[in-house]
């Protein structure tokens, strides 16, 4: 038995935020239900922000509704306050992420309020959830920016295990460490990625990377080392954040895949099936830039899914 690593497709989410191109939510649903039956059972799939400000997800309510009817999917929607989380929780949402920024800046831009103000709000968010009816929402707490920042530059390493400790005092269920800028590399991610684990113990980490100066696979790696078994990744390496001037895509769902299965995990995941459903996307959003090797290249003849196992090709 391969020890299993998940994957959460934040595409959707992510992905589409810096998109020239508004997606139906027909098609974002097809997306969704493709990638589920690639194999990932965790997909971001949309975010609960004013319309005003991201277009995008003026059909949030409506995706988020979608994605709880596809079978074997445990769907995630972003809030970036309490009255997304209330809306989120009214729907019957399973898994609520909430963003804060280590960077001080970062988090006045993102969302206009100091991070201590986040962090309050998310108290807020957290008391939201335990008064709700039905089964109780996993949160999730993310720290952007976590390895620096475009518009502040230096972010310390204890910054972020201190917000980290923070969120599991006030009731994060999973903390996720991002490098929304792409200013990480393996030593800063074995640093600090290891001091978010002895803050947050035993709440899963995942770790979220931009591949924007071509180290997000590296990365991969040396969270991989210090224990991380759950990763953020983009099909086609979509993505970007709009108060990040520069920011590129997150990694690519498809080689992140590749890479963690060659590495010995299980990640689920059909890798023929999810180059197939990269293709359909690229079809749909012909203006954005799509990266990724496995897409391009192929999978070498060698490749057999679990080291001698079955489809895959
Ligand atoms: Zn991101």
């Known amino acids: 038995m391969r020890e299993q690593v998940y994957i959460r497709e934040v595409g959707p989410r992510d992905g589409l935020q810096m998109a020239k191109i508004i997606l139906s939510a027909e098609k974002k649903l097809e ?7 690639a194999g990932i059972r965790e997909i971001e799939v949309t975010s609960f922000v004013p319309p005003a400000v991201l277009p995008q997800f003026a059909d949030a309510a409506e995706v988020a509704r979608g994605a709880l009817l596809i079978g074997d999917l445990r769907p995630s929607v972003l809030v970036p306050n309490l009255k997304g989380a209330e809306i989120a929780l009214a729907l019957g949402m399973p898994v609520i992420a909430y963003v804060v920024s280590a960077s001080e800046a970062h988090n006045l831009a993102n969302v206009r309020r100091s991070t201590q103000e986040s962090l309050a709000d998310f108290a807020r968010i957290v008391a939201a959830r335990d008064a709700a009816p039905g089964p109780r929402a996993i ?8 390895f620096g920042c475009t518009i502040q530059g230096i972010v310390s390493e204890r910054r972020v295990s201190e917000i980290a400790e923070r969120y599991a005092e006030i009731g994060a269920d999973e903390i996720v460490v991002a490098d929304t800028v792409g ?24 770790c979220h990377f931009h591949d ?5 696979l590296a990365n991969v790696t040396a969270a ?40 010995g995990f299980d990640t689920g995941v059909d890798l023929n099936a999810i180059v197939a459903v990269r293709r359909r996307l690229e079809e749909w959003l012909p203006q954005e830039q799509f990266s990724g090797a ?13 080291r001698g196992g079955s489809s895959g090709g």
Do not use: H
């Open 31 to 37: 997306w969704c239900k493709a990638v589920a039956a």
């Open 139 to 146: 949160l999730v707490g993310c720290i952007a920016t976590a």
């Open 183 to 206: 200013y990480g590399d393996p030593g800063a991610v074995r640093r600090v990625v290891k001091s978010v684990i002895a803050a947050t113990s035993p709440r899963r980490i995942a």
């Open 212 to 216: 924007t100066r071509g180290l997000g």
């Open 224 to 263: 991989v080392d210090v224990g991380v078994r759950a990763f953020d990744a983009s099909l086609g390496g979509l993505g970007g954040c709009p108060f990040a001037p520069g920011a590129t895509g997150n990694i690519d769902t498809e080689d992140t895949a590749f890479l963690l299965e060659q590495l």
């Open 294 to 306: 496995i897409a391009r290249a192929g999978l070498p003849k060698t490749y057999r899914v679990g």
